[in-house]
């Protein structure tokens, strides 16, 4: 199956045809598809596979020797962001099955094992958190929080893991696995306006994380309620959204709220309460920090007046990511001295990087948009890829 077959079989899945956006939350019936897809694509390589006990998914090309050490790891994720565009992960996922067949057409020599990873909720999409699978494997998040951790319809992530015949007590950092893994590196579309050349190579992540900001006035009949007897949690929440904005624009952050629940939803209520999140990412933790100081006292200003309460939770946060220098270097000078450029956008390769060397290959993407259905990356370009990632698989594991 080449690079084509396996993109048109992976097209279809969880594709909204309305608006052409994708929806592939964590171990809904779409993803799971696409779950199957990768084990098929797998099989078909006789490559090993293995699941590690967080949902994450591993297809091993073993040296003759069998030796299960030092691997060279890529791939990245298959779910998506509510509405998300086709590329952000799957690319990955597809570019490293064909860069194996490249390098097998070739005939060459394994030195070390090559794994295509499955990342497991790496969106947050369905249990808030970004990167959960990659955070669990790598101990950055305490597994009794991940277990209670709730989707929209106020599943667990302990029951939905274990509805998928997996063992929610069994969840938690891997150190024989990261153990084997020697690197890993992501082939993922590029999420900006920046690659102006078909590929290029990751400096770093900067700071992001996402905030919860829960409002709670007192719910009420919009048409018999005098203005001066509400307590209507939308008014601040509105003056909280402006505020991000403007403290975004200050600070040299940006900030977007993307996210709002609305209880009870009634066009003719007045709300009893409102849930939005707020996610901040800037260059500097500093201003990220302040950012999020500063809307924050913007939202208690405007809730004082309406008698409505604030609670402010952090649901996660990550600092800055340098890419692991030797490593970038190296995969630089394999492809001849592409562009080296910072992200804006979080990756599994980041939370790797904390326990093992990790570094990212972008894949340029015409329309610089992402995390909607224009997300995209012309033909030549996701082969262009696949020559890139086969290289440097070949230097780090083959010969
Ligand atoms: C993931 O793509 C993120 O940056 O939120
Ligand atoms: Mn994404
Ligand atoms: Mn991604």
New binding site residues.
Partial sequence: MGFEEMWAALLPIGRDPATGGYHRFAWTPPELQCRAWFLDEARRRDLDVEHDANGNMFAWWLPGDGSRDDAVLTGSHLDS?PGGGAF?GPLGVVSAFAAIDCLRERGAGLRRPIGVAVFAE??GARFGI?CLGSRLLTGAIAPARARALTDGDGHTFAEVLHNAGLDPDAIGPDEDLLGRIGCFVELHVE?GRALREPVGVASSIIP?GRWRFDFRGEGDHAGTTALPDRRDPMLPFAGMVLAAREAAERNGAVATVGKVRVVPGGVNAIPSSVTAWL?ARAPEDEAVRRTVAEVDEAARVAARPHRVSVDLAEESYTEVVDFHRALRDRIAATLGGPPVLPT????DAGVLSARVPAAMLFVRNPTGVS?APAESAEPADRLAGVEALTAVLDDLACG
């Fill in positions: 962001v952000d790496e969106e970004a999420q992001h996610d804006g956008a979080g990756h995390h």
